[in-house]
């Protein structure tokens, strides 16, 4: 009977094991060698499976519990290791041991967008968190930031409110990311604190082109604290080594399309050919005197200190050298804590920071299961660490001794006494409450200076250049436009935007096609502040090929010698060229070589390039000029503001595409590569109406 089953091993019978390693040896969770991985355990040849099977049911109870809560907000990140050196000498400022000049840190970061599930795409218009953690010889220190200097909200008791309201709403469970729907303006709207945040979630910096431009932010005040004990307070900056660079709103929805784990890919990838993305932390620091003298109040996390008040100076540099070798374990698992701080960094009383030192951990617990989340080794510091805290859920440890207590006197009887506290050498919180605003009776308050909700965003609007402040108009008017039921909402934030600046309200309400409404009542009467350059991403971008991509068309008869000259300019620019093609197999060159293309044209448009060449002959043009795809790839190249080099024999497709001639629309040699660092603003009014 027996004899005549066969054996469906889907290997052709051959054991799992890898060849010339004995020891791989499949096994169940408790170290049991497998020696079937195909069939379950059967009674008889078509009878039931059979309860006894072990491997079977660990099998699947593992599987069935694989997933973990996902984080509440940012949820969708994507996470490397790195090195952060510090690079100058702040002693005077702090004693944190991170910022000793030429220290070497382990660090491990995650990005994120904020709104959209685990299982979302890459490119909403969405605030990105950029969370580090340095593993410091001091203990873990998290600076868990965003890609924006302010927030949303100024007391952690709107958060709550704010999270609910922009992710996908209650009864629906749409939209799945981003924010243009109703349940976020129609509390946006009702939020004027909100108003300097919206200008930049408006803005081009909610649609970086790369984790690897954009910009990081502690966002609030901070303090450094020195051997001495005296404090500063200080505000944190990431500042790209790539310089800043973002896409536009029509590119960022096809690359939603395109690709939806676009700039995960652009992370892992460069990461991948040693391309390691790089920044500058910088910081502001101030004193009291200083922050006394501010209109604003140095404790809002809704406001930013302009560069032109305080300059950023750079203390240390931060390159993603590593990454991960399992996402769940690593990325998944990190957990970032605003409470993970070290000796010589503290604490400001920022309503915002404070409620946020409860909710990370708390959250960590609930995601990860235990309180001993801090033993994942992702999570553990790299520097020894122990205390009398014992046992829990997945403890990994085994402390030795009886010494689960403090003070002890264990040692006297030559058992080990464990870790003492360290004056010296411990944290110790730089100032006692002892100022008036600290004492005083317990208050549901917020102090009167926090009141201004319009001058900063008035700063912002007026700090950008003329596209960029066409950009942030036409963003309020899609996402306007997309609140559909509750009419009250646009009118209310348009007439919060008069605040702000009346033009930009003027063009809002335009495009929305509705009336200007009233203004809102202020507060507190903006005021006019000097425009900052700093706040402008046109202002800062880098005019390098460095770290972006060209995509090269070809088609059967292009000109092999044309072809690798452009190949070799990207390349000599320390740009990326990808060869798109018709066909995936390639394109058969003048010279009758075969040349393989990195992405077939239909699945590869141009958005996911930064500049794009057409090598066509006039054989492939003619081809082409039948292919939707390669026309539509052109069309949006120009669009997107791109750079275009073309053949000769290309310029029909061109025509095709609406291609007008500009600056940024060249020969292949002639200028193509410069060309191809930047991109063409001024070519915008040609390709849409913005508002
Ligand atoms: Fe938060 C995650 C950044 C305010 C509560 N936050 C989270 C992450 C980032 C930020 C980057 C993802 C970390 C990671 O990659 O794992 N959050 C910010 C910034 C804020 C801010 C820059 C304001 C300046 N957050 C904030 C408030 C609260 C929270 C006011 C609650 C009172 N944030 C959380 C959280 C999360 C979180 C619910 C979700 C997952 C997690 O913590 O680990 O606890």
């Not at 984080?71 to 050196?85: D, K, N």
């Not at 993305?277 to 406001?303: M, N």
Request: aromatic share 8%; hydrophobic share 40%.
């Amino acid at each position: 009977m027996t004899d005549s089953i066969t054996r469906i091993t889907g290997n052709g019978g051959e054991t799992h094991q890898h060849a010339g390693d004995d020891d791989a040896v499949l096994t169940t969770n408790h170290g049991v060698p497998i020696s079937d991985n195909q069939n379950s355990l059967k009674s008889g040849e078509r009878g039931p499976t059979l309860l006894e099977d072990f491997v079977l049911r660990e099998k699947i109870f593992h599987f069935d519990h694989e997933r973990i809560p996902e984080r509440i907000v940012h949820a969708r990140g994507s996470g490397a290791h790195g090195v952060f050196e510090a690079t100058d000498d702040i002693s005077d400022l702090t004693r944190a041991a991170v910022f000793t000049k030429g220290e070497k840190t382990e660090v491990f970061v995650r990005f994120s967008t904020v709104a959209g599930g685990a299982g979302s795409v890459d490119t909403p218009r969405d605030v990105r968190g950029f969370a580090v953690k340095f593993y410091t010889r001091e203990g873990n220190w998290d600076l868990v930031g965003n890609n924006i200097p302010v927030f949303f909200i100024q007391d952690a008791i709107k958060f709550p409110d704010l999270v609910h309201a922009v992710k996908m709403e209650a009864d629906r469970g749409y939209p799945q990311a981003g924010s243009a729907h109703d349940t976020f303006w129609d509390w946006a709207s009702l939020m004027p604190e909100s108003t300097h945040m919206l200008m930049w979630a408006m803005s081009d910096r909610t649609l970086p082109r790369s984790f690897r431009t954009m910009e990081g932010f502690g966002v609030h005040t901070f303090k450094l604290v020195n051997a001495e004990g005296k404090a500063s307070f200080v505000k944190f900056h990431w500042k790209p080594k790539l310089g800043l660079q973002s896409t536009i709103w029509d590119e960022a929805l096809k690359l939603q399309a395109a690709d939806n784990d676009y700039q995960r890919r652009d992370l892992f990838e460069a990461i991948d050919t040693g391309a390691f993305p790089e920044w500058e932390l910088g910081i502001q620091v101030f004193d009291q005197a200083f922050a006394d003298a501010q209109p604003y109040d140095v404790l809002d996390a809704t406001k930013l200190i302009p560069e032109e008040d305080v300059p950023v100076r750079i203390i240390g540099r931060m390159t993603l050298n590593r990454n991960v070798d399992n996402f769940f374990a690593e990325t998944e698992q990190v957990a970032f804590l605003p409470t993970n701080i070290v000796p010589g960094i503290d604490f400001s009383n920022d309503p915002l920071l404070q409620g946020r030192l409860f909710s990370y951990l708390d959250t960590q617990k609930s995601r990860l299961g235990t309180t001993n989340f801090h033993q994942i080794p992702i999570n553990a510091p790299r520097c020894p660490f122990g205390n009398f805290q014992r046992d829990g859920m997945m403890q990994t440890q085994v402390p030795k001794g009886r010494a689960n207590y403090e003070p002890n006197s264990l040692a006297a009887h030559g058992e080990e006494g464990g870790p003492r506290e360290s004056p010296v050498r411990g944290f110790a919180t730089a100032n006692a409450a002892t100022g008036p605003d600290e004492t005083g009776d317990k208050l549901r308050i917020r102090a009167e200076r926090f009141a201004d909700h319009y001058s900063q965003a008035r700063l912002f609007y007026r700090s950008q250049t003329e596209n960029e402040q066409a950009h942030i108009a036409s963003s309020f008017v899609f996402e306007l436009s997309k609140v559909g039921l509750l009419d009250q909402v646009p009118p209310r934030m348009v007439a919060n935007l008069r605040n702000v600046d009346e033009d930009l309200a003027k063009r809002v309400a335009d495009g929305l096609g509705i009336d200007l409404p009233p203004k809102a009542e202020a507060a507190r009467e903006p005021v006019d502040m000097n425009p900052s350059e700093a706040l402008s991403i046109h202002r800062n971008m880098k005019e390098t090929l460095e770290g972006r991509a060209v995509g090269i068309l070809i088609a059967d008869g292009t000109d092999a010698a044309a072809l690798d000259a452009v190949i070799a300019a990207v390349d000599g620019a320390k740009g990326k060229p990808v060869i798109v093609a018709p066909k995936v197999g390639g394109a058969t060159l003048s010279d009758g070589s075969t040349r393989k293309a990195d992405g077939q044209l239909a699945g590869t448009p141009s958005q996911l390039f930064d500049a794009v060449a057409v090598v066509l002959s006039d054989e492939g043009c003619k081809t082409l000029l039948k292919e939707g795809a390669a026309v539509q790839w052109v069309m949006d190249a120009f669009g997107h503001l791109k750079a275009i080099g073309a053949s000769d024999a290309a310029q029909p497709l061109l025509d095709k595409a609406g291609v007008e001639a500009d600056d940024g629309v060249t020969g292949l040699d002639d200028g193509f590569v410069e060309a191809a660092a930047r991109r063409f603003y001024d070519r915008e009014p040609k390709v849409r109406m913005l508002a």
